[in-house]
């Protein structure tokens, strides 16, 4: 079992960073894929960013890349995600995930929900323009 606590969302101005976490605890931390995805109101849940378990290989959807990008610690069990020059479309609550199967190949990250199986609360962010 994995438990996963989100922090660092709030209201920024159109241009302004914001600096996500992920505290992970329950089960060996480094052994899990994570990622982050993001819902807004009215929209279905979508892919943000994947991390492999080592955080060698990374990926986004174009809508990010460039802005954003997914870090991890595998010493404090912390998943990051630093967003910078935010726009109003990213306003949305985030939420971090993990995928429950050890992957053993540590350059494999997964971008489909259905891929993780532990999620957190999600944490709001609005970005004003």
């Known amino acids: 079992q994995v438990q996963l606590v989100e922090s660092g969302g709030g209201l920024v101005q159109a241009g302004g960073s914001l600096r996500l976490s992920c505290a992970a605890s329950?089960?060996?931390?480094?052994?899990?894929?994570m990622g982050w995805f993001r819902q807004a109101p009215g929209k279905e849940r979508e892919f943000v960013a994947a991390?492999?378990?080592?955080?060698?290989?990374?990926n986004y959807p174009d809508s990010v890349k460039g802005r954003f990008t997914i870090s991890r610690d595998n010493v404090k069990n912390t998943v990051y995600l630093q967003m910078n020059n935010l726009k109003p479309e990213d306003t949305a609550v985030y939420y971090c995930?993990?995928?429950?199967?050890?992957?053993?190949?540590?350059?494999?990250?997964?971008?489909?929900?259905?891929?993780?199986?532990?999620w957190g609360q999600g944490t709001q962010v609005t970005v004003s323009s």
């Open positions: 995930a993990a995928r429950g199967t050890v992957s053993y190949r540590g350059n494999v990250y997964y971008t489909e929900q259905y891929e993780y199986d532990y």
């Open positions: 329950g089960r060996t931390f480094s052994s899990n894929a």
């Open positions: 991390i492999s378990r080592t955080g060698s290989s990374t």
